[in-house]
Nanobody, 126 residues
Framework: QVQLVESGGGLVEPGDSLKLSCAASGRTFSGYPMGWFRQAPGKEREFVAAISWSAGRTDYADSVKGRFTISRDNADNTLYLQMNSLKPEDTAVYCC???????????????????WGQGTQVTVSS
């Protein structure tokens, strides 16, 4: 299967910025990371952002719209999430998600994805 590895998480203060990366490596088939989800303690995993293969169409959760930007580098099959104006409520484990097919429309349901990373911790605290 495809291995997804996130990086870029850390401890920051409110108002700071972080950029997350998700790199994909093929095993028995190729996969394409195209979405970000997060899960805070005691809460269900929630959709954050998604992007189509062409990077021309994006979708964001209302809670992050205007602050987060999702992007892709198709040449090396890497997914990014630029997070600005971070708030304490953004604290969570952030996971990237992918699929074996190249989508040309963003997806926001976790059930639509087939491969996942283990996640990177983002903590926003003063």
């Amino acid at each position: 299967q495809v291995q997804l590895v996130e990086s870029g998480g850390g401890l920051v203060e409110p108002g700071d910025s972080l950029k997350l990366s998700c790199a994909a490596s093929g095993r028995t088939f190729s996969g394409y990371p195209m979405g970000w989800f997060r899960q805070a303690p005691g809460k269900e995993r929630e959709f954050v952002a998604a992007i189509s293969w062409s990077a021309g169409r994006t979708d964001y959760a209302d809670s992050v719209k205007g602050r987060f930007t999702i992007s892709r580098d198709n040449a090396d099959n890497t997914l990014y999430l630029q997070m600005n104006s971070l708030k304490p409520e953004d604290t969570a484990v952030y996971c990237c998600a992918g699929h074996g097919s190249k989508w040309y429309a963003p997806r926001r349901l976790s059930s639509q994805y087939t491969i996942w990373g283990q996640g990177t911790q983002v903590t926003v605290s003063s």
